[in-house]
């Protein structure tokens, strides 16, 4: 079965940096887009971002300049680098995947089966 293991949350100051970490298995990730969204209290779900099998990255526009995406395909990990933090950043961070077309990180949001049990990240002004 689909097994997503978030880590690398924490707290930060406005301007910081983290890198989340998802470990996957259960699914061979030629078929599946992988990816992250993100959610605030008393806010909707927000995709972050999104990685197709052949690589290639979309960014949603809040974050774009300041997020990558990114796996390592042999470590079966996905990784999510973000960088120049701002407080509006801060929220639940969870990796999900699954069968979507488009792989974007709306479509994934709104369409995923799989996700992890999610990252808080906190940055502070």
């Known amino acids: 079965h689909v097994e997503l293991v978030e880590s690398g949350g924490g707290s930060v100051q406005a301007g910081g940096s983290l890198r989340l970490t998802c470990a996957t298995s259960?699914?061979?990730?030629?078929?599946?887009?992988e990816g992250w969204f993100r959610q605030a209290p008393g806010k909707e779900r927000e995709g972050v971002a999104a990685i197709n099998n052949d690589g290639s990255t979309t960014y949603a526009d809040s974050v774009k300049g300041r997020f990558t995406i990114s796996k390592d395909g042999a470590k079966r990990t996905l990784y999510l680098q973000m960088d120049s933090l701002e407080t509006e950043d801060t929220a639940m961070y969870y990796c999900?995947?699954?069968?979507?077309?488009?792989?974007?990180?709306?479509?994934?949001?709104?369409?995923?089966?799989?996700w992890g049990q999610g990252q808080q990240v906190t940055v502070s002004s």
């Open positions: 999900a995947v699954d069968r979507v077309i488009p792989c974007d990180p709306v479509a994934l949001t709104l369409n995923h089966n799989y």
């Open positions: 259960g699914y061979t990730d030629t078929n599946f887009c």
